[in-house]
Each structure stands twice: as C-alpha cells, then as structure tokens.
C-alpha cells in the first residue's frame, strides 16, 4: 500500500508524526522540497545549533536520544531531576547528568539495564507527580 503526506497536512511533533504513529509500515522513500538560501548564513545557524546541542546534551555517550516523549504542560527532564533521578543509573544505564531527559550509556548497558532504568523513573516520576511518562521508543 502506497501512501503519501504533504508538509501542511502532516501533523508533526517535536519527535514523532502523530499520523504515523502506531502504525506497522515502513517510510521507503522521502522528497524535500528545500529553499535557496545564503551558504554562509545556512552554515553559521547549523554551527550555532550544533553548539547548543553540545551544550544541552549528552552527545558524548552512547544514547538513543530523547527517552521520554513531553507530557502535556511538563518537561520529562525537569520532572525526572525534581523526582532526584539525575545521575539514577543500573548496571551501564544512567540518567543523565547534563539533560535528565536522556538515559546514556556509561559504557555496558545491556537492554536490560535501559528497561530497568526507564521503569524506576516512570514509577518515581507518577509517584511523586501523578504524571506517566511515555517512552519515545518502542519495546518489542
């Protein structure tokens, strides 16, 4: 089955399509109409968010990113360092000290170490706040 999204009726999210979403397809093809734009000013704005998001997260370890997608009128990350998770971690796995929001792999994580770590913050986070964090990635 073939389908297709334009830009303007897709409803995208800061991580995920929501149009997508429980779905079991997979994307095989992509076209991306860009803009010309001047090369120095495109450069410098690339380098700027680099930067920040050297800043801002834990690019130097192992991750898969964002681990929990944003609750309703909260942020995960603020959530999980007011619950007194940051640096929280099992076996290899460890909720980050630069942005709580991510589980990073000190060097031995097994998937295991991961699920164990993303189950305590869920369970902290709704104790302490009433608030369910959903993970951004999919268990199988």
Not at 17 to 45: C, H, M, W, Y
Not at 115 to 123: C, G, T
Request: glycine share 8%; charged share 25%; aromatic share 10%.
């Amino acid at each position: 089955m073939e389908r297709s999204w334009n830009w303007t009726t897709v409803p995208w999210s800061t991580a995920i399509v929501p149009a997508i979403q429980n779905q079991s397809f997979v994307v095989t093809k992509v076209t991306f109409r860009l803009q010309p734009g001047d090369p120095e000013q495109i450069a410098a704005k690339m380098e700027e968010l680099a930067i920040r998001r050297r800043e801002k997260q834990p690019l130097e370890y192992p991750s898969a990113g964002s681990t929990f997608k944003r609750p309703e009128g909260h942020f995960a990350g603020q959530l999980i360092m007011e619950a007194g998770l940051r640096g929280y971690s099992v076996g290899g796995a460890k909720v980050s000290e630069k942005h709580c929001g991510f589980i990073i792999n000190t060097g031995n994580a097994t998937a295991e170490d991961v699920k164990d770590v993303i189950w305590e913050v869920q369970r902290r986070v709704k104790e302490r706040f009433h608030v369910e964090l959903e993970p951004e990635i999919k268990f199988l």
